[in-house]
């Protein structure tokens, strides 16, 4: 069986790769749960493996044992989607596999187009623009004695950033204590305490500056947190999305699932507030385009800065096959390669993957009434509309 946890530690091997003779598989595959069932997607991962086989075949590129490897591996990923894959929070999974097993899964958070590549290197180029795109959370869980800073990104705890101990004494034994040493001995373990929050604090600051994670949350007994709180530098501050009530020897997966919760809230309300400054601020200004059509013209033209869409939206539109130039309206050839358009009953992968593939910050909102009834995608532009008109005209 395979274990998912161990294949998503390997994305580092899987950025650094260096090639070599021997193929290596890269397959996208949509599995959104609120669009797609598992029936669905497993009829996909066949056809597409199998039309994917049919090419090879007639390529002639590879050696008759390098195709079998490339078999077995094609094979090994549709087993594992068949039998042992659940798709939790992920929209689209990323599988890499070398020497005829699966190295590595990434969730991705994002839909995009299914397809298979083969190449001598893992296929990166859309991972290293999500990886971008996409917050980490640092989440310091902290009590008197030790504290510890995990790093939280696509819905996971990813690595352990930092671990701190005190020399507090974790218990005073107040009745051998005469009522005079009480006194001074509690300023002690204040001072001690001190002391500790503001390494802490140090520390975590350190990794903030070197870009370690963007955002963060506290965890650990209410009253510690509140304390320590108060010892927070602005900068942290200013960073700071909210805390979650955690004991110190809690498990990883209480954390997380915890975390997840207050991290969901917190990106919805940052994600509402950002559709109301598209809509009120941005288009008035001409630095914004909503509905389907002019978004898909500004991506056309490289405009966007950051795309935004509804989780539901769906479009019918054209693309070119050779350049992935997309048009809402059936045209004869496409205009910058002269290729024959196709059509697709949904053209929102192909939107998305354009704009990440030209480096757009994405943000997805679920269910956002006031961006439903301005055409549920929209955009905020690099630049302004009417620049570039005067620029063509010159
Ligand atoms: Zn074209």
């Known amino acids: 069986m395979i274990d998912v946890k161990d294949l998503s530690e390997n994305i580092d091997e899987v950025l650094n790769y260096k090639p070599t003779d021997t193929p290596v598989v890269s397959l996208y595959l949509g599995v959104d749960r609120a669009k797609i069932l598992k029936q669905e997607y497993t009829t996909v991962i066949n056809s597409m493996i199998a039309q994917k086989k049919n090419e090879l075949e007639q390529l002639q590129v590879y050696s008759a044992s390098q195709k079998k490897n490339i078999y077995d591996m094609m094979d090994a990923i549709k087993l594992y989607i068949n039998d ?7 929209k689209t999974i990323l599988i890499f596999a070398k020497e005829g097993k699966i190295f590595s899964l990434v ?16 296929h990166t180029q859309i991972l290293r623009s999500i990886l971008g795109n996409i917050i980490k959370y640092g989440i310091l869980l902290l009590d008197r004695e030790k504290a510890q800073i995990m790093l939280m990104s696509m819905g996971e705890i990813q690595e352990y950033l930092d671990a701190f101990i005190s020399d507090v004494p974790p218990k005073v034994n107040y009745r051998s204590q005469l009522a005079f040493k ?12 001190h002391h500790f929050f503001k390494i802490i604090n140090e520390k975590t600051l350190i990794h903030l500056r070197e870009g370690k994670f963007d955002s963060i949350i506290l965890a650990g007994r209410r009253d510690i947190v509140s304390q320590f709180y108060n010892y927070l ?8 999305i909210g805390s979650i009530a955690a004991e110190p020897d809690d498990l990883p997966h209480i954390i997380r699932d915890k975390a997840k919760v207050l991290i969901e809230k917190h990106e919805t309300e940052q994600k509402n507030k950002f559709v109301v400054k598209l ?4 288009c008035p ?4 385009v909503l509905g389907v059509e002019a978004t898909v013209n500004a991506l056309m033209l490289e405009q966007i800065k950051t795309l935004i869409y509804n989780n539901e939206f769906t479009a019918s539109g054209y693309v070119c096959s050779e350049c992935g130039f997309i048009t809402l309206n059936k045209e004869d050839s496409c205009p910058y390669c002269h290729k024959a358009l196709t059509f697709y009953s949904d053209i929102t992968d192909e939107i998305i993957e354009s704009a990440i593939r030209q480096g757009c910050e994405i943000v997805d909102v679920q269910s ?10 929209g955009a905020v532009l690099r630049f302004k509309i ?3 008109g005067e620029y063509n005209t010159r």
């Open 84 to 90: 042992y894959f659940t798709p939790e929070s992920a």
């Open 107 to 122: 969730r991705l958070p994002y839909i995009l187009k299914p397809k298979i590549i083969v190449d001598p290197k893992p």
């Open 182 to 193: 009480e006194k001074n001995i509690l300023s002690r373990i204040e001072e001690k305490l």
């Open 233 to 240: 530098h602005s900068f942290i501050q200013q960073k700071y």
């Open 279 to 282: 809509i009120d601020n941005y």
């Open 285 to 288: 200004q001409e630095l914004g």
């Open 368 to 377: 956002n009434e006031r961006l439903m009834q301005n055409g549920n995608i």
């Open 386 to 388: 009417e620049a570039v």
